[in-house]
C-alpha cells in the first residue's frame, strides 16, 4: 500500500512558476513509476508527466512540454512537477500517482489545486 500526499498548489498569475511536490509513504517508493495527472473543471481527467522508477525516462503531455518538468528524489521518497510559464489553462487539479508505468496508475494523491489567472 502506498499513500500519496500532494503540495505546493495556489492561485498564480499566467507567466509564473509553480512546484508541486507528492510525498509518498511506503519503503517501496523507488520501486514505482510515477505520474501526475490533472483534471480541470467539466474535462475528463489527462496525463500531464512522467517519470520511471529510476528516473531515467521521462513522459509529457503535448501541452506541456517544454513548460513542465517532472523529477524525483527516491532518498525523499518526493515526486516533484516543476512548471514554468503557466497559462489559465493549466489551471486543474492536479493529481500524483503512483504504479508499475506512469500511464497505469495503482494508487492516486487527494489531489492539489493550481490555479493560473489571466
Known amino acids: 500500500q502506498v499513500q500519496l500526499v500532494e503540495s505546493g498548489g495556489g492561485l498564480v498569475q499566467a507567466g509564473d512558476s509553480l512546484r508541486l511536490s507528492c510525498v509518498a509513504s511506503g519503503r517501496t517508493f523507488s520501486s514505482y513509476a510515477m505520474a501526475w495527472l490533472r483534471q480541470a473543471p467539466g474535462k475528463e481527467r489527462e496525463f500531464v508527466a512522467g517519470i520511471s522508477w529510476s528516473g531515467d525516462s521521462t513522459y509529457y503531455a503535448d501541452s506541456v512540454k517544454g513548460r513542465f518538468t517532472v523529477s524525483r528524489a527516491n532518498a525523499k521518497n518526493t515526486v516533484y512537477l516543476q512548471m514554468t510559464s503557466l497559462k489559465p489553462e493549466d489551471t486543474a487539479v492536479y493529481y500524483c500517482?503512483?504504479?508499475?508505468?506512469?500511464?497505469?496508475?495503482?494508487?492516486w494523491g487527494q489531489g492539489t489545486q493550481v490555479t493560473v489567472s489571466s
Open positions: 500517482t503512483a504504479g508499475p508505468a506512469p500511464a497505469r496508475p495503482s494508487y
